[in-house]
């Protein structure tokens, strides 16, 4: 039971340092960059909840169990008094190093977006996955370069998170590049696919945005696009090729 309290307290606190996190870093509209995607509270905070939980949770239950562990040991009662004190400022330092973190980091994303002449439609970035190329630099940016199916592969485990500054263009057959308006760029956020074959758990991460060539605007920048079906054949067809897994329809 004390356990059940244990963890419930964690989940308000990464919650209270989530949100509190999330609002200090929302840059009102009235200051934010023309052709700049910036997160809304939610993503923010979602992003956040996402980070810290798990860290905060293990720190918590690993500190609970030393602590019922050492008061079963009648005989240390000295030295688990100071080992109490010592335990309980290791345990508020991490926390408050954590939140000046997740409170003061404004990370940014520094992605390029290469795409092929004339592509509209869903495109799509996937981490983490099992021999998929590294993502290559240019200029502080992770290159993404979109095959003529819409998608990137890299090996990368995660995507960066924050601020998303990144850059599009479209590429002709000679590698001359056009940059695409932010405008004309729809972001879908981030999800990720888990499932487990045999022994391996295949464990991949995206992002993605839908691309427009003609109905480029700040409406459609800030529209909101659900997930459509094409992530899901793109997803079966990665794990068939990269895992020689076949997923069920």
């Not at 981030?190 to 480029?216: A, M, V, W």
Request: proline share 3%; glycine share 6%.
């Amino acid at each position: 039971m004390r356990l059940v309290k244990v963890i419930l307290s964690t989940l308000v606190l990464s919650f209270i340092i989530s949100l509190f996190g999330s609002l200090k870093n929302y840059t009102p509209i009235s200051q934010r960059e023309p052709d700049v995607y910036y997160l809304s509270v939610w993503e923010s905070f979602n992003f956040k909840f996402m980070y810290l939980t798990p860290f905060l949770l293990l720190t918590s239950v690993i500190a609970f169990l030393i602590y019922v562990r050492i008061v079963k040991i009648h005989r240390l009662s000295n030295i688990y008094k100071a080992f109490k004190v010592v335990f309980s400022i290791l345990i508020a330092a991490s926390i408050t190093s954590l939140t000046v973190f997740f409170i003061d980091n404004k990370g940014e994303t520094n992605d390029i977006y290469l795409i092929p002449q004339g592509f509209e439609g869903d495109v799509y970035a996937f981490y983490n996955i099992k021999g998929a190329p590294k993502v290559k630099t240019e200029d502080g940016y992770e290159v993404h370069v979109i095959n003529e199916k819409g998608y990137f592969l890299t090996s990368k485990p995660d995507m960066d998170y924050g601020t998303v500054t990144d850059k599009y263009f479209y590429v002709d057959e000679k590698g001359n590049r056009t940059p695409i308006s932010n405008k004309c760029v729809s972001l879908f956020g981030t999800g990720g696919f888990s499932t487990t074959s045999g022994h391996e758990k295949i464990d991949l991460r995206y992002t993605g945005f839908n691309l427009t060539k003609d109905r480029c605007s700040q409406e459609f920048m800030t529209a909101i696009h659900g997930w459509e079906e094409k992530k899901e054949t793109i997803i079966h067809e990665i794990v068939k090729e990269y895992y020689g897994v076949e997923l069920g329809l």
